[in-house]
């Protein structure tokens, strides 16, 4: 396995909150970027290392995403565009929605993976 080919988390295994790299699930400093790791909040709504919090996606998909405004929260700006321009339809409506639905199932590292 090369170093850009992405890995796993394993089940002792956790995201850096600072640089993404897999440490240990009991690791209160990251080897790769020395950064201290905190424990996430009470109700498992992470936030990844760029600022995003899972929750807050989660709700604007829920509440605004007919207009695309968890796209442009997660840095997506050519999909949010894309909703905006097609918001009449309601499809973007109905895609956020699920979107939000899925946000909230997801995993802290799966979402750290695909949106840190």
């Known amino acids: 396995m090369t170093d850009n080919e992405p890995r796993t988390k394993g089940p002792n295994e956790k995201f850096c909150q600072e640089c993404g790299a897999l440490i240990n699930v009991k690791a209160q400093i990251c080897p790769k970027c020395g950064v201290g790791q905190t424990a996430t909040g009470s109700m498992g709504f992470g936030v990844t290392p760029s600022g995003k919090s899972r929750l807050a996606a989660a709700l604007f998909a829920l509440l605004l995403g007919g207009i ?49």
Do not use: C, N, Q, S
């Not at 997506?76 to 918001?87: A, M």
């Open 68 to 116: 695309g405004v968890h796209k442009f929260y997660l840095g997506r700006i050519g999909w949010g565009v894309v909703y905006v321009l097609f918001f009449w339809t309601l499809i973007p409506a109905i895609v956020g929605f699920i979107e939000g639905i899925i946000y909230l199932t997801m995993t802290d590292e799966a979402f750290t993976a695909k949106y840190g």
